[in-house]
């Protein structure tokens, strides 16, 4: 299996200015989450998906971020507008749920935004 | 609600000392226990885990033993090598939460030659 895929990996921008994030996660797997991690804040769960319906949001920093999972292999996060504050490494993590190991969660290899 | 802590880091150590990175939870219920590994540029990889109590999980070296009554969940190692160089972040998943996982903070853990 190719693991968690995210695009792209590295990604600069300027304030202002919208920015998309792209995840596929492992096939087969019901549960998908969004992370941030920082240095100050570290790992932040943003949202997370199950059989493609968001069920808990309230990670989501403000009206600037949304996520969706238009079907079960692909998902986006969106940032618009942009602001150097979002600068962080996005984490997308995929896991089985009932059908495997609920407990086990696959991380992509993240995409790191700068924010100018 | 459930909250993991972590001792501080970085922990900095010569190749071949013993690790150990404490890791205590608050929870209701029973939860499972996580270990997760970051190497550097990468995403967390699930390095070892436990689901009831008195549980051990072992992995690469590694172990952490489930302690219910000092609601701990603490890391080992004999033996360190520098490619274990990385941040490991100890989480749990509750009962009744999905698949949702409640992180620490993460300990960066420095080996040296």
């Known amino acids: 299996d190719a693991g968690v895929i995210q695009s792209p990996r590295h990604e600069v921008t300027e304030m202002g200015q919208e920015v998309t994030l792209r995840c596929k996660p492992i096939?087969?797997?019901?549960?998908l989450f969004w992370y941030r991690q920082t240095m100050m804040r570290g790992l932040e769960l943003l949202i997370y998906?199950?059989?493609?319906?968001?069920?808990?949001d309230s990670g989501m920093p403000e009206d600037r971020f949304s996520a969706k999972m238009p079907n079960a292999s692909f998902s986006t996060l969106k940032i618009q507008p942009s602001e150097p504050r979002d600068s962080a490494v996005y984490f997308c993590?995929?896991?089985?749920?009932?059908?495997?190991?609920?407990?086990?969660?696959?991380f992509g290899p993240g995409t790191r935004l700068t924010v100018l | 609600g459930d909250s993991v802590t972590q001792m501080e880091g970085p922990v900095t150590l010569s190749e071949e000392a013993f690790l150990t990175i404490n890791c205590t939870y608050t929870a209701t219920g029973y939860p499972s226990l996580f270990w997760y590994v970051q190497y550097p540029g990468e995403g967390l990889q699930l390095l070892l885990k436990?689901?009831?109590?008195?549980d051990k999980g072992s992995n690469k070296g590694f172990e952490a033993t489930y302690r219910k009554e000092t609601t701990s969940f603490h890391l080992e190692k004999g033996s360190v090598q520098v490619s274990d160089s990385a941040v490991y972040f100890c989480?749990?998943?509750?009962?009744?939460?999905?698949?949702?996982?409640?992180f620490g903070t993460g300990t960066r853990l420095q080996v040296t030659l």
């Open positions: 989480a749990l998943k509750n009962t009744g939460t999905a698949s949702k996982l409640t």
């Open positions: 096939s087969g797997h019901d549960y």
């Open positions: 436990a689901t009831k109590a008195d």
């Open positions: 993590a995929s896991s089985p749920g009932l059908a495997g190991s609920t407990d086990t969660q696959y």
């Open positions: 998906f199950n059989n493609n319906v968001p069920i808990d």
